[in-house]
């Protein structure tokens, strides 16, 4: 192995530490605000956080929240900035992206990806005002299967939610719920028939 390649193995597995560790600081500020611990020794949150721990408020917010609604481990795959990026987006576009890319894409390509999901999720809106029978079916088409697109992104938002949780690997019956996801995506498919 050529030194290069060495020391690029070594760096990912640094950054690789480097995200759990982040993930522990955000989890310690969390308990020490929830808790208000600062109080000991601080009169206020951002005094502890300047002088106790030398964090701005703006970093020390982006940690605990991937704290809060991230499992560890994927804060070792995917790192701190490409998992604030996405925790800055809406559940939609979120489960878009998290469908598109792997840790290992860079932050400018899910940069990318964001910002395109981000224009494509407006609502289209009618543009012929004059109402008919025919005007009401095709509304009323177009609000069926918003509500199924909508409900089908809770779903893969609760399939995504499994697979940040570690202890979903264990799970005994994550095999149902593959296959379920497995029938739910060629009933779609199916959909492309038509």
Same mark, same amino acid.
């Given at each position: 192995?050529?030194?290069?390649?060495?020391?690029? &193995?070594?760096?990912?597995?640094? @950054?690789?530490?480097?995200g759990?560790?982040? %993930?522990?600081?955000?989890?310690?500020?969390?308990?020490?605000?929830?808790?208000?611990?600062?109080? /000991?020794?601080?009169?206020? %949150?951002?005094?502890? !956080?300047?002088r106790?721990?030398?964090?701005?408020?703006?970093?020390?917010?982006?940690?605990?929240?991937?704290? *809060?609604?991230?499992? @560890?481990?994927?804060?070792?795959? %995917?790192?701190?900035?490409?998992?604030?990026?996405?925790?800055?987006?809406?559940?939609?576009?979120?489960?878009?992206?998290?469908?598109?890319?792997?840790?290992?894409?860079?932050?400018?390509?899910?940069?990318?990806?964001? *910002?395109?999901? @981000?224009?494509?999720?407006?609502?289209?809106? =009618?543009?012929?005002?004059? *109402?008919?029978?025919e005007?009401?079916?095709?509304?009323?088409?177009e609000?069926?299967? *918003?509500? =199924?697109?909508?409900?089908? &992104?809770?779903?893969?938002?609760? !399939?995504?939610?499994?697979?940040? &949780?570690?202890?979903?690997?264990?799970?005994?019956? @994550?095999?149902?719920?593959?296959?379920?996801?497995?029938?739910?995506?060629? /009933?779609?498919?199916?959909?492309?028939?038509?």
């Amino acid at each position: 192995m050529d030194k290069l390649e060495q020391y690029t &193995k070594e760096i990912l597995a640094l @950054k690789r530490s480097a995200g759990t560790d982040f %993930w522990l600081i955000g989890n310690r500020l969390n308990s020490i605000k929830d808790e208000e611990l600062y109080l /000991e020794s601080y009169g206020t %949150w951002s005094e502890f !956080l300047q002088r106790g721990v030398d964090l701005s408020e703006r970093s020390a917010q982006r940690l605990m929240r991937i704290a *809060r609604e991230v499992e @560890k481990e994927a804060v070792a795959d %995917w790192g701190v900035n490409k998992l604030d990026l996405l925790l800055s987006v809406e559940e939609p576009v979120q489960r878009e992206v998290l469908d598109i890319h792997s840790p290992t894409d860079t932050i400018q390509e899910i940069r990318e990806t964001v *910002r395109k999901l @981000k224009y494509s999720q407006e609502p289209i809106q =009618a543009t012929n005002p004059q *109402r008919n029978e025919e005007l009401d079916y095709f509304l009323a088409t177009e609000e069926h299967l *918003r509500g =199924a697109i909508a409900q089908m &992104k809770v779903a893969r938002s609760h !399939l995504v939610g499994c697979k940040f &949780k570690q202890s979903f690997t264990t799970y005994p019956r @994550k095999e149902i719920i593959s296959q379920l996801w497995e029938e739910f995506k060629v /009933e779609v498919n199916n959909g492309n028939n038509i």
